[in-house]
């Protein structure tokens, strides 16, 4: 807990980039407008408007049925550098009022941690609604806002009021906003957790408030705890200073040809591992976390994650693990475009041994190789040895 | 604090506009360290009215209302401003819509009977042109029933018709203090419902009213000399003419608000037009 109240004002501009998209051309504005890639042979809707989103448009949705769907919708491609261009400019008008400014990925949100600041610049709720004005009259954006005592809690005020208003949320009054919610509007809370919870019928706040942490424990294990604290609105995670994200190690492949074919992203995969392992083992950390994020040929993503334990560096572990969040996130047919590799929860490595002299020895012999590959590697160049595959079939 | 007087048998509350400012903790109003959200019950102890603002910023909602009415206790009174889409921000096709829900979200305070005033405050950009004018009685029309007083911030406003009419339909002028600056609207204690009048302490920092910063617009600490005037000439002729009055402090920065408030209640008290017993 905080010996003082925090104040964080979260900003969020509704379906971001039809809103960027209407700035740049006005003939858009009340229009049904559907962001989706042309060209693609099976093109899925990346976003939409409010229109067209009434008119049973889905984010992901093949963009054939979202046009039989909405008819009059004007169909534009994704435009990412003007998403980024009016983010930037989003977080430019926000810089005068805090240090802790924590944007999302071009997506038009951004968490602002204004606590402590009244004596300079008025009461949170004035700066939020002075910001969403200077925003509006400058950048043609009209950003939802909210002011919530965390993340957690700013962040489902804004959803509740989408696509447009405000939403102030006090100190204390946490616990009473979610209680009456379903439970898919706390954010965190994911589809696994979901699908678990409706087994036991649950499907509002106040049914799984109703039971403890121990009862929790039973079926969420070690995720009760974060469960049991979101429900109840609490949320100590910092708002993080501008252009501080979590460290983290990406690495990238684009295929020339879109792919699905296992052994070739196997192989792309493994050198994905060896890039990202030995930039961990250069900065002597190790990755507690590995996601892949697949972009199919038809603009559709997918992301997942798996939790590294423990924490390690070495290409071989990392592999095993990062193959099977993989396979999580291939659940389609279509081709692949492009796959991202990324590393984080980035910590020191474990001293902690294994308990069994096997498992010692054969964490040890792993260790070794990778060292070995490494000295090797750094004396006569990445392409003296490899991996038989890492070469193409 | 609140009594009637045998003197004029008005009634007066006195409080400060909005209570829940974390510099009030640093100040020595409230203990250090107060969270925002135990604020309402030790601001309760020292006034027995406030001016609610975050109604200004959002549309008030019911549930919210209800808890933290039941913070205070049944004797405590409210003052809600009216929300902004409805003063500064008006659309011409919703403002209607707007309205319903404000009476919705309000209905907990009149239910337990303890809003004494609804504040309709608009801003300096609001001059008396026709067409505000309509607006303006339309507004009065669609919020017929609520407690209504109405603040201008500019000078055009300042004319017998106006009063009239306010007269006329029972609804409060709102007497205010701020600096003298040209254009603003001027200081006059004319009561236009007698059932209750309304003034408001903006401050009178005239370097700041116009900054664009709250902090610096309501940075002010009222005299002696100057709470003495008002009491001596304008309250106590407004508490002759209305059955009940309400007075705020808006000049919050540095906590001057709370401290200028528990003059004035002094300054009446001494003066029997308000009675010590609260």
Same mark, same amino acid.
């Given at each position: 807990?905080?010996?003082?109240?925090?104040?964080?004002?979260?900003?969020?501009?509704?379906?971001?980039?039809?809103?960027?998209?209407?700035?740049?051309?006005?003939?858009?504005?009340?229009?049904?407008?559907?962001?989706?890639?042309?060209?693609?042979?099976? #093109?899925?809707?990346?976003?939409?408007?409010?229109?067209?989103?009434?008119?049973?448009?889905?984010?992901?949705?093949?963009?054939?049925?979202?046009?039989?769907?909405?008819?009059?919708?004007?169909?534009?491609?994704?435009?990412?550098?003007?998403?980024?261009?009016?983010?930037?400019?989003?977080?430019?008008?926000?810089?005068?009022?805090?240090?802790?400014?924590?944007?999302?990925?071009?997506?038009?949100?951004?968490?602002?941690?204004?606590?402590?600041?009244?004596?300079?610049?008025?009461?949170?709720?004035?700066? #939020?609604?002075?910001?969403?004005? %200077?925003?509006?009259?400058?950048?043609?954006?009209?950003?939802?806002?909210?002011?919530?005592?965390?993340?957690?809690?700013?962040?489902?005020?804004?959803?509740?009021?989408?696509?447009?208003?405000?939403?102030?949320?006090?100190?204390?009054?946490?616990?009473?906003?979610?209680?009456?919610?379903?439970? +898919?509007?706390?954010?965190?809370?994911?589809?696994?957790?979901?699908?678990?919870?409706?087994?036991?019928?649950?499907?509002?706040?106040? %049914?799984?408030?109703?039971? +403890?942490?121990?009862?929790?424990?039973?079926?969420?294990?070690?995720?009760?705890?974060?469960?049991?604290?979101?429900?109840?609105?609490?949320?100590? +995670?910092?708002?993080?200073?501008?252009?501080?994200?979590?460290?983290?190690?990406?690495?990238?492949?684009?295929?020339?040809?879109?792919?699905?074919?296992?052994?070739?992203?196997?192989?792309?995969?493994?050198?994905?591992?060896?890039?990202?392992?030995?930039?961990?083992?250069?900065?002597?950390?190790?990755?507690?976390?590995?996601?892949?994020?697949?972009?199919?040929?038809?603009?559709?993503?997918?992301?997942?994650?798996? #939790?590294?334990?423990?924490?390690?560096?070495?290409?071989?572990?990392?592999?095993?693990?990062?193959?099977?969040?993989?396979?999580?996130?291939?659940?389609?047919?279509?081709?692949?475009?492009?796959?991202?590799?990324?590393?984080?929860?980035l910590t020191f490595p474990p001293a902690q041994q294994d308990l069994f002299a096997a498992e010692r020895k054969k964490k040890k012999d792993r260790d070794n190789l990778i060292l070995a590959i490494d000295d090797?590697?750094?004396?006569?160049?990445?392409?003296?040895?490899?991996?038989?595959?890492?070469?193409?079939? | 604090?609140?009594?009637?007087?045998?003197?004029?048998?008005?009634?007066?509350?006195?409080?400060?506009?909005?209570?829940?400012?974390?510099?009030?903790?640093?100040?020595?109003?409230?203990?250090?360290?107060?969270?925002?959200?135990?604020?309402?019950?030790?601001?309760?102890?020292?006034f027995p009215i406030t001016e609610l603002n975050f109604t200004w910023y959002q549309m008030p909602k019911a549930r919210a209302l209800e808890r933290m009415h039941r913070q205070a206790p049944a004797d405590f009174?409210?003052?809600?401003?009216?929300?902004?889409?409805?003063?500064?921000?008006?659309?011409?096709?919703?403002?209607?819509?707007?309205?319903?829900?404000?009476?919705?979200? $309000?209905?907990?305070?009149?239910?337990?009977?303890?809003?004494?005033?609804?504040?309709?405050?608009?801003?300096?950009?609001?001059?008396?042109?026709?067409?505000?004018?309509?607006?303006?009685?339309?507004?009065?029309?669609?919020?017929?029933?609520?407690?209504?007083?109405?603040?201008? @911030?500019?000078?055009?406003?300042?004319?017998?018709?106006?009063?009239?009419?306010?007269?006329?339909? @029972?609804?409060?002028?709102?007497?205010?203090?701020?600096?003298?600056?040209? &254009?603003?609207?001027?200081?006059?204690? $004319?009561?236009?419902?007698?059932?209750?009048?309304?003034?408001?302490?903006? &401050?009178?920092?005239?370097? &700041?009213?116009?900054?664009?910063?709250?902090?610096?617009?309501?940075?002010?600490?009222?005299?002696?000399?100057?709470?003495? @005037?008002?009491?001596?000439?304008?309250?106590?002729?407004?508490?002759?003419?209305?059955?009940? &009055?309400?007075?705020?402090?808006?000049?919050?920065?540095?906590?001057?608000?709370? @401290?200028?408030?528990?003059?004035?209640?002094?300054?009446?008290?001494?003066?029997?037009?308000?009675?010590?017993?609260?």
């Amino acid at each position: 807990m905080n010996a003082y109240d925090r104040s964080i004002i979260h900003l969020n501009v509704a379906d971001f980039a039809v809103a960027v998209e209407r700035v740049v051309d006005c003939r858009l504005k009340d229009r049904p407008v559907i962001i989706a890639p042309e060209g693609a042979a099976r #093109a899925a809707v990346y976003d939409m408007s409010e229109e067209a989103y009434r008119n049973g448009i889905r984010k992901g949705m093949a963009l054939r049925r979202a046009v039989r769907l909405c008819k009059n919708a004007e169909i534009l491609p994704p435009h990412p550098d003007r998403y980024e261009h009016a983010m930037g400019a989003l977080l430019k008008q926000t810089l005068p009022y805090s240090p802790l400014i924590e944007t999302g990925e071009a997506d038009g949100h951004l968490f602002m941690d204004v606590s402590g600041t009244a004596r300079l610049f008025g009461p949170p709720v004035d700066v #939020a609604w002075r910001l969403r004005r %200077q925003v509006k009259k400058d950048l043609g954006l009209d950003p939802i806002w909210s002011v919530g005592p965390n993340k957690l809690v700013a962040k489902v005020a804004t959803r509740l009021v989408k696509p447009d208003g405000e939403y102030i949320v006090g100190a204390g009054e946490e616990k009473s906003l979610l209680a009456p919610l379903p439970i +898919s509007l706390v954010p965190g809370i994911e589809a696994a957790d979901l699908r678990r919870l409706r087994e036991f019928n649950l499907t509002r706040v106040f %049914q799984f408030t109703a039971l +403890s942490l121990e009862q929790l424990q039973i079926p969420f294990g070690a995720r009760a705890l974060f469960l049991y604290e979101a429900a109840r609105g609490i949320d100590p +995670s910092p708002v993080l200073p501008v252009g501080q994200t979590p460290p983290k190690v990406i690495a990238d492949h684009e295929f020339g040809n879109d792919t699905n074919n296992i052994s070739v992203l196997e192989r792309v995969l493994y050198g994905l591992v060896e890039q990202i392992g030995g930039r961990l083992r250069r900065r002597r950390r190790a990755a507690g976390q590995v996601a892949v994020i697949l972009d199919y040929s038809d603009g559709m993503r997918r992301i997942r994650r798996l #939790a590294v334990k423990p924490a390690t560096a070495n290409d071989l572990t990392l592999f095993a693990l990062a193959r099977r969040t993989l396979l999580l996130a291939w659940t389609r047919r279509v081709r692949i475009r492009h796959v991202r590799l990324i590393c984080d929860r980035l910590t020191f490595p474990p001293a902690q041994q294994d308990l069994f002299a096997a498992e010692r020895k054969k964490k040890k012999d792993r260790d070794n190789l990778i060292l070995a590959i490494d000295d090797i590697r750094n004396r006569f160049g990445h392409e003296a040895v490899r991996f038989g595959r890492s070469l193409a079939a | 604090m609140n009594t009637k007087t045998p003197k004029h048998d008005c009634r007066l509350w006195v409080g400060t506009s909005g209570y829940s400012y974390a510099e009030w903790a640093d100040a020595g109003f409230y203990p250090p360290g107060t969270k925002s959200g135990n604020m309402l019950p030790l601001y309760t102890q020292n006034f027995p009215i406030t001016e609610l603002n975050f109604t200004w910023y959002q549309m008030p909602k019911a549930r919210a209302l209800e808890r933290m009415h039941r913070q205070a206790p049944a004797d405590f009174r409210f003052a809600a401003k009216l929300t902004r889409t409805l003063t500064h921000e008006i659309d011409p096709g919703q403002w209607r819509g707007q309205a319903v829900q404000y009476r919705d979200g $309000i209905a907990p305070l009149i239910q337990a009977r303890k809003l004494t005033a609804v504040l309709l405050q608009f801003p300096p950009s609001f001059v008396r042109a026709p067409q505000n004018r309509r607006y303006l009685a339309a507004l009065l029309d669609e919020l017929d029933g609520l407690p209504l007083a109405v603040e201008f @911030r500019h000078a055009s406003w300042a004319t017998d018709r106006v009063f009239a009419e306010l007269e006329r339909r @029972r609804t409060t002028l709102v007497t205010v203090d701020e600096p003298d600056l040209p &254009g603003l609207f001027p200081r006059l204690d $004319i009561v236009t419902n007698p059932g209750l009048f309304y003034i408001r302490f903006h &401050g009178r920092n005239a370097k &700041g009213w116009r900054s664009g910063n709250m902090q610096k617009q309501f940075d002010y600490d009222y005299g002696d000399d100057e709470l003495r @005037r008002w009491a001596d000439t304008h309250i106590a002729k407004m508490a002759r003419q209305a059955s009940s &009055g309400v007075i705020f402090f808006n000049n919050h920065v540095r906590a001057q608000a709370p @401290r200028n408030a528990v003059r004035l209640i002094n300054l009446l008290i001494e003066r029997g037009i308000m009675g010590k017993e609260g």
